[in-house]
């Protein structure tokens, strides 16, 4: 039996991508969000930690 046919088994298995992609649109625009609202003083003084 292949993989496939495991998954048509499963009863709602179609919210589960809509869930993921979910999840990481909203991660990608929170991370987003956060490094255009950061302090610059602040990316700039992260930036230069594996220089030191």
Request: charged share 10%; aromatic share 24%.
């Given at each position: 039996?292949?993989?496939i046919n495991y998954?048509?088994?499963i009863s709602g298995v179609g919210i589960y991508p809509?869930?993921?992609?979910a999840i990481f649109f909203?991660?990608?625009?929170g991370v987003a969000l956060?490094?255009?609202k950061a302090d610059k003083?602040?990316?700039e003084e992260v930036s230069n930690i594996p220089l030191d």
């Open positions: 039996m292949k993989f998954l048509e088994s809509m869930v993921s992609f909203l991660f990608f625009v956060y490094v255009a003083a602040h990316i």
